[in-house]
Nanobody
Framework: QVQLVESGGGLVQAGGSLRVSCAGSGRTFSTSAVGWFRQAPGKEREFVSAISWSGGKTEYTDSVKGRFTISRDNAKNTVYLQMNTLKPEDTAVYYC?????????????????WGQGTQVTVSS
């Protein structure tokens, strides 16, 4: 079993930055791919970014490339999402998720464990 806890969300003005964190428990976390998804009101959950178990491979959705950076510290069982130049359309609940195995997934169905989410609100 893997338990995930997100933190770091909040309210920020457009153009600002936030870093959200995902702390995981269990040995599986450090040997699994981790993804970030987001869900805005009335919209489906969408892929944002993911990182391989080693941190050697990362993926981003086009709308956040160049603005968001995913990283991980396996010694701390934590994955981070640094979000810069935030836009109002980035407003959503951000979820981290763990996929058993080594490969990155791009669909919510690829992931096995989910956190409770953290709200990110970007004001214009």
């Amino acid at each position: 079993q893997v338990q995930l806890v997100e933190s770091g969300g909040g309210l920020v003005q457009a153009g600002g930055s936030l870093r959200v964190s995902c702390a995981g428990s269990g040995r599986t976390f450090s040997t699994s791919a981790v993804g970030w998804f987001r869900q805005a009101p009335g919209k489906e959950r969408e892929f944002v970014s993911a990182i391989s178990w080693s941190g050697g491979k990362t993926e981003y959705t086009d709308s956040v490339k160049g603005r968001f950076t995913i990283s991980r510290d396996n010694a701390k069982n934590t994955v981070y999402l640094q979000m810069n130049t935030l836009k109002p359309e980035d407003t959503a609940v951000y979820y981290c998720a763990v996929r058993r195995g080594l490969r990155i997934g791009f669909s919510a169905d690829d992931y096995d464990y989910w956190g409770q989410g953290t709200q990110v609100t970007v004001s214009s």
